[in-house]
């Protein structure tokens, strides 16, 4: 099975800061790459997918880069809104799975 | 506007069975994929399982393969999680979510239905 291994675990900034989150794979998954984003007691929301395609409606300080095994969530520059924790995700035909999490909390 | 809205959560001893339920409104059911995420409290997200938008292809995490069974009724607009001997590691909020068409990734959650396994 495939591990998708998130980096850090927490991550402290400011507002403006730029920010990145790395995403790991246990083995190559080409771009096959989602990052979601989730706010305490909401649901998920889907930021990018395909490695580096934005969803629509996403803003365009969000940004995602990598293929093969290793992988990035960039914000360009913090907002209140950002402050959140996200989940990289792998997908195929037939399964998904979740990497462990990234808090992001203010500094 | 689509809308999911999950169903059926509730308290159950170890060795259980329970059936979730998810109605969608705002989109052609029939047309998408739907699956199913799980959040243990205070933990991260776990996939469950996926459905085709006819429902002839099913796909089930490890974690509960031969224990949970998708299944949707697009003439109702519903999807469905029977689950049979539950476990304490089963307890967690489960989602329903809408699978994009273009990103084929969970484009629409619900609010998720609390599962409770315990004695």
């Known amino acids: 099975d495939i591990q998708m291994t998130q980096s850090p675990s927490t991550l402290s900034a400011s507002v403006g800061d730029r920010v990145t989150i790395t995403c790991r794979a246990s083995?190559?998954?080409?771009?096959?790459l989602a990052w979601y984003q989730q706010k305490p007691g909401k649901a998920p929301e889907l930021l990018i997918y395909r490695a580096s395609s934005l969803e629509g409606g996403v803003p365009s300080r969000f940004s995602g880069s990598g293929f093969g095994t290793e992988f990035t969530l960039t914000i360009s520059s913090l907002q209140p809104d950002d402050f959140a924790t996200y989940y990289c995700?792998?997908?195929?035909?037939?399964?998904?799975?979740f990497g462990q999490g990234t808090k992001l909390e203010i500094k | 506007e689509v809308l999911v809205l999950e169903s059926g959560g509730d308290l159950v001893q170890p060795g259980g069975s329970l059936r979730l339920s998810c109605v969608a409104s705002g989109f052609s059911f029939k047309d998408y994929a739907m699956g199913w995420v799980r959040q243990a409290p205070g933990k991260g997200l776990e996939w469950v399982s996926s459905i085709s938008f006819s429902g002839r292809e099913v796909f089930y995490a490890d974690s509960v393969k031969g224990r949970f069974t998708m299944s949707r009724d697009n003439s109702k607009y519903t999807l469905y999680l029977q689950m049979h001997n539950l476990r304490a590691e089963d307890t967690a909020v489960y989602f329903c979510?809408?699978?994009?068409?273009?990103?084929?990734?969970?484009?629409?959650w619900g609010q998720g239905t609390l599962v409770t396994v315990s004695s």
């Open positions: 083995q190559s998954i080409s771009d096959w």
């Open positions: 979510a809408k699978i994009g068409l273009a990103s084929a990734n969970f484009n629409y």
């Open positions: 995700q792998h997908y195929n035909s037939y399964s998904r799975t």
